[in-house]
């Protein structure tokens, strides 16, 4: 396949590409392997011969294992000049993306004695379909074989041969230009439209996470569905250590995203859709481009950054307020059961394929300093960090001790059981009676009356009311000084409280929210692991 076919492919004016032109005699021959995003990225294989550049496409890359076979299609001659070529291909020509010279050195025939018995060798052996060579590259080197395969001619296998060179591992992480030390897509960077670098960058990511080591150890398995997440146990005090890492602890609501075939479906802890609530973040999902399970949280950011949990809950997709989906876990990813990694592998694959989106975030971690990331935490007013286990893997509906919760308040989800009749100038109620349960048994946990905005006691009064029965739902009936009115243990709401009497009840509870999210039954103690009991 000769020069012609190179021409014809490209127009020069258009391409920063040379244009055949004259070559230099003599001298030794020389290789060049080219890392190219184009409709899917690939290496090019360029060996000099006869004044040109003989060429295979490797959609997966040279290695340097002896055991693994890579498919070369024998593809155009490509000119001499070809060898110095890096840059951005534009947008609507042959080829678009960016392209590296990923590795370049010397090559001959491994018998050759001089020269020209090199180029006999050669030839022949690209005449037979068993072409034998060695690379002195920088990052290529020793013996390797291309070998046709079947009648068409144009697909091949290159091999590596056993030799001292011969290595495990993955060499392809090695990702940057031999001679400007770009990676394809800091060479992006210098050229294209932003759309199309965009794009390219995503394309370039997710194809390196799929070549990634990472990857290898994550069993392909159908993508799972209705996921519970992993839940982290509540501690008194934040820690430092070495194997740890620290979150923030975001303030919104916990949802697992299932994306397949650009399908996105979105969802609580207790498997409610988000999909109609969130719909611009399911819109932003879609155009991932790829199948994978994420973990994260959705919040709503004021222009601080800091997450505001009642906006959240009175968000209705119209006004303007800074709608968030914070990613930190990758459960699954094109075809691969990721559960089973460590955390540290899941969040650098995370990092590595989530598509640059202005509602979409990776939710970054600190590690080793909990205590210092734990006080900026409080001072900046969030509500709390999650310390995890570098190494820990994803207990899939679990509460787990290698997830840890450290709140800079104390807090407690209560169900409500019952409340009073209002007085002074009050309306609607006077305050909530609270429990959770034991099992089946509800139990008295205390009762709120602060914390309440005029329109919180109209919206819970107003929620409470097709609630109410006559008797009461505790298993043991609690001693009440007002008369109260029960209702069915339904509606959950959140309180911050100084700490717990003897008795078990809350101490000066305030309240805080009510939580749309949260199933009744699901409300259990929250009480901190003493400090002690409390760190790794
Ligand atoms: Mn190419």
Request: aromatic share 10%.
């Amino acid at each position: 396949m000769g020069l012609t076919d190179y021409a014809a492919k490209r127009e020069f004016e258009k391409t920063p590409e040379p244009k055949p032109g004259v070559t230099q005699e003599g001298g030794r021959l020389l290789f060049v392997i080219h890392k190219h995003a184009a409709r899917a990225l690939h290496y090019d294989l360029r060996l000099e011969l006869d004044g040109v550049l003989k060429s295979w496409a490797v959609p997966r890359g040279p290695s340097l294992e002896p055991s693994s076979k890579r498919l070369a299609v024998m593809v155009e001659d490509h000119p001499f000049e070809y060898k110095d070529f890096e840059g951005v291909i534009p947008e609507g020509n042959y080829g678009a993306g960016s392209v590296i010279i990923w590795d370049r050195g010397f090559y001959h025939h491994p018998t050759a004695i001089d020269e020209k018995e090199n180029e006999k060798l050669l030839r022949e052996g690209l005449e037979k379909g068993d072409l034998k060579f060695v690379l002195e590259g920088e990052k290529l080197r020793g013996e390797f074989a291309l070998v046709k395969m079947g009648k068409d001619g144009k697909s091949w296998l290159l091999l590596k041969k056993k030799d001292r060179n011969a290595a495990k591992g993955d060499i392809l992480e090695m990702n940057h230009s031999v001679v400007s030390h770009k990676t394809l897509e800091e060479m992006l960077e210098t050229g294209g439209q932003k759309s199309f670098k965009q794009k390219k960058v995503h394309q370039i990511r997710v194809h390196e996470a799929l070549e990634s080591e990472n990857l290898k150890d994550a069993p392909d398995k159908p993508m799972p569905h209705a996921i519970k997440p992993m839940l982290a146990t509540a501690v008194a005090e934040p820690f430092d250590h070495s194997d740890w890492i620290f979150e923030v602890k975001w303030d919104g609501y916990r949802a697992i995203a299932e994306i397949r075939d650009k399908a996105v479906s979105l969802y609580s802890r207790s498997l409610i859709s988000f999909d109609k609530k969130f719909a611009p973040l399911v819109e932003s999902l879609r155009k991932f481009g790829f199948d994978a399970v994420l973990d994260g949280e959705i919040v709503v950011v004021d222009d601080q950054g800091r997450s505001d949990f009642q906006k959240l809950q009175h968000y209705q997709g119209s006004e303007k307020s800074h709608l968030l989906y914070y990613v930190f876990d990758l459960l699954y990813f094109q075809g691969h059961d990721l559960t089973d990694l460590p955390l540290l592998r899941r969040k650098e694959l995370l990092k590595k394929v989530l598509p640059s989106d202005p509602k979409i975030r990776f939710s970054d971690h600190v590690a080793k300093e909990g205590v210092l990331f734990y006080q900026v935490s409080r001072e900046k007013g969030l509500e709390g960090i999650i310390a995890k286990h570098a190494q820990s893997v994803y207990e899939t509906g679990r509460r787990s001790r290698h997830w840890l919760k450290v709140k800079t308040r104390h807090s407690q989800e209560a169900v409500i059981a019952g409340f009073t009749e209002p007085g002074g100038g009050r309306k609607y109620f006077g305050a909530l009676v609270l429990g959770m349960f034991e099992g089946n048994d509800l139990i008295f946990i205390g009762h709120v009356g602060g914390g309440f905005s005029e329109n919180d006691l109209k919206e819970i009064r107003e929620r409470l009311a097709p609630l109410i029965q006559n008797e009461s739902p505790f298993h043991v009936r609690p001693e009440t000084n007002a008369r109260v009115t029960w209702v069915k243990p339904e509606l959950v709401c959140e309180v911050s409280f100084s700490g717990w009497t003897d008795e078990n009840v809350m101490r000066q509870p305030v309240f805080l929210r009510i939580r749309e999210d949260k199933v009744s039954r699901e409300v259990v103690l929250e009480k901190p692991l003493g400090s002690g009991e409390g760190g790794p």
